[in-house]
Nanobody, 116 residues
Framework: VQLVESGGGLVQPGGSLRLSCAASGFTFSSYGMSWYRQASGKERELVASISSAGGTTKYADSVKGRFTISRDNARNTVYLEMNSLKLEDTAVYYC??????????WGQGTQVTVSS
């Protein structure tokens, strides 16, 4: 199993970013996927999840209405569209496979820094 995140960067408050996670080594369309984040000095937290076919999504209250998770099973990729970014969204963002749970497969992460 390999997960490779990309798309992070430095953005001003109120800005937007789109993260991507390219998956390989397993049948991507059979698994739900999630995005997590870990801010400096804090525990990793679940941000958003999507079912295997993409029909069901869930979000942490802190990002609801601002972030959108989606997936393209033809490209084995899961995305996280982040809008109206806040300072507190600064973190390393990771994607993971939902099974097994707790997650055991992680990518290297991508840094998102929201700063003026």
């Amino acid at each position: 199993v390999q997960l490779v995140e990309s798309g992070g960067g430095l953005v001003q408050p109120g800005g937007s970013l789109r993260l991507s996670c390219a998956a390989s080594g397993f049948t991507f369309s059979s698994y739900g996927m999630s995005w997590y984040r870990q801010a400096s000095g804090k525990e990793r937290e679940l941000v958003a999840s999507i079912s295997s076919a993409g029909g069901t999504t869930k979000y942490a209250d802190s990002v609801k209405g601002r972030f959108t998770i989606s997936r393209d099973n033809a490209r084995n990729t899961v995305y996280l569209e982040m809008n109206s970014l806040k300072l507190e969204d600064t973190a390393v963002y990771y994607c993971s496979r939902n099974r097994p749970y707790p997650p055991v497969y992680w990518g290297q992460g991508t840094q998102v820094t929201v700063s003026s």
